[in-house]
Structures are given as C-alpha cells and as structure tokens.
C-alpha cells in the first residue's frame, strides 16, 4: 500500500462555530465542494457526532473516483473532528480549528493508504500525480466553503505533502 500524509490550511473570515457548522455537515458538501459527487449518512452516532459514519465518491481532477467510508471517532466541538477511513482510502483524518482575530483558521490533515492494487502498483510513478490531485481538490474546497459562506479567505491555502 502506499501512504500519504497531506496537511492543509485555510483561514477563513468567518467565526469558528459558523466554519465548524459547515465541516461538521458532509451530505451538504456536494453543494459547495467541487470534486465531491455524493456523501451519505450511514449511522447517526451521538450527540456529538462521535460514532456518525459517511460514504463518500469523490471525482479527482485527473479523472479517477475514490469512494471510502468515514467513522467519526472524536469530536471536540468547535475545535476539532477526527474520523478513520476505510475502503479506496484507509486512515485517519482530522479537521481542527481555532479562532483568530480575523476568523478561523482551518487545519486539515489526512494520513492514510491507497487500497485500489492499481494505485498501489502505480504510485512509484503518480504519487507527484496523486499529491497534485489532493492539493486542487482542497484548494476548491476552501474556496467552495468561503462561497457557501459568504466569507473570504485570508491569506492563501497552505499545503504539504
């Protein structure tokens, strides 16, 4: 399997529980998020939102679908959400955020494997592929979410990995 680690961040002028709000609802992403085709709910979980459960099919600007399942295992609300991913991505992802003086800053990191054998056998070669995919469809997401909610980024999207 091959891994990648992505962390990415975006600083929103909006108030944390207006941004937290936003990322802790994904069958609305489809509707702001370019690339993502469908989030279903599965299982509602708690009050909280610990032990809610999504499918996802998200579309890369390179024309490949990628359709996992997410199980959140944390939540710390308006600061954070953890969750561990399963089927074409396996591992764990995490949103935390914190209030500024100028809105919300948003950190995204995403630590998982490719299970597709195609990926797996490829990636020696597309991982740069792979990464440049991830990077634009977080760069429309913030974008996306800075429409939805009417609120500009500060600064630009950061990205590693």
Known sequence: MADYRFVTRWHL??????????????????????????????ATGDGEGRGRRYRYLWRSALGYRLR???????????????????G???????????????????THLWR?????PWMN??????R???AWSHHRLMRRGALG???HLAAPLVG???MSG
């Open 145 to 147: 979410l800075a429409r």
């Open 128 to 130: 740069p592929f792979f």
């Open 88 to 106: 074409d991505l396996e591992g764990i992802g995490r949103w935390e955020l914190e209030g500024s003086a100028t809105g919300t800053r948003v």
């Open 13 to 42: 002028a909006a108030p944390i529980e207006t941004v937290y709000g936003a990322l802790s609802e994904p069958p609305a992403w489809p509707h702001w998020w370019p690339g993502l085709v469908a989030v279903e709910l599965l």
């Open 68 to 86: 996992f399942e997410v199980n959140v295992t944390r939540v710390e609300q308006p600061r954070l959400i953890e969750a561990l991913a399963s």
């Open 112 to 116: 998982v494997r490719t299970t597709p």
């Open 121 to 126: 056998l490829s990636a020696p070669l597309t």
């Open 156 to 158: 630009p999207v950061e």
